[in-house]
C-alpha cells in the first residue's frame, strides 16, 4: 500500500481519537516500519491491519466500521487534493466508472509500483450502478467509504450494498449502490 493511505489514516486517528491514540497503536505493533511513513513510500497492508485491529481494540468500534469512516475521509482528502478526477465525471456513477479507466492510470503514473483494486462494472442503470472491486488486500469496507464519500462530493445521498462473494473470502466485493 501507499504511504500516503498510512499517513492520512493516522490523521483520520489523531482526529478522531487523538495524537496518543495514534502513538499508541503504533507502539502496540511490531510494524516493519516502525509507523514511520512516507507518502511516496510501499508499505505492507499487514501493517494497516494491525493498526486497524489495535484501534478496534482500542475504542470498541468495529475494525470494518473504522475502516469504512475512513474512508469516507479519505475520499474528501481525494477529492480536495484531486478535483480534477471529480470534476472531470457528471455524476457519482460517472466517476466510480472512471476509476479503473481513468483515475488508476493516472496513479499508475506516479507510482509505477502501486499496486491498486480493480473495479469492474458488472450492471448500470439511471438509479444503480453495480461494481466489482477485487483485491488481494481485502480492503473492500475502505471502498465502501470512499463510495459513500464521493457520493457526498456529488451531493446525492446513495445505499451501499456490500456482497463478499463467499467463494473469495473478501478477495472480490459486489457493490450495488443505489440512488436515495
Known amino acids: 500500500m501507499k504511504g500516503m493511505v498510512f499517513t492520512h489514516f493516522l490523521d483520520f486517528v489523531t482526529e478522531q481519537f487523538g495524537p496518543e491514540m495514534a502513538d499508541d497503536i503504533i507502539e502496540a ?33 468495529p475494525a470494518d466500521g473504522l475502516v469504512r469512516a475512513f474512508g469516507e475521509r479519505l475520499s474528501d482528502t481525494f477529492a480536495r487534493d484531486f ?24 496513479v ?12 469492474r462494472t458488472e450492471s448500470r442503470t439511471l438509479t444503480r450502478l453495480v461494481i466489482r472491486y ?18 457526498r462530493q456529488f451531493g446525492v445521498e446513495v445505499r451501499v450494498h456490500a456482497e463478499p462473494l463467499a467463494e473469495t473470502d473478501g478477495l472480490d466485493v459486489r457493490f450495488t449502490i443505489d440512488l436515495a
Open 108 to 119: 499508475r503514473k506516479l507510482y509505477p509500483d502501486a499496486e491498486l483494486p480493480t473495479f
Open 83 to 106: 478535483p480534477d478526477f471529480y470534476r472531470r465525471a457528471t455524476n457519482l456513477f460517472d466517476f466510480l466508472e472512471s476509476i479503473e479507466q481513468h483515475i488508476h492510470v493516472e
Open 134 to 151: 477485487t483485491s488481494p488486500r481485502r480492503m473492500g469496507h475502505l471502498s465502501e467509504g470512499l463510495i459513500t464519500g464521493s457520493a
Open 29 to 61: 505493533n511490531d510494524l516493519p516500519s516502525g509507523g514511520a511513513y512516507t507518502s511516496v513510500g510501499t508499505y505492507s497492508h499487514s501493517e494497516m491491519v494491525a493498526m486497524v485491529g489495535t484501534l478496534a481494540e482500542r475504542t470498541g468500534v
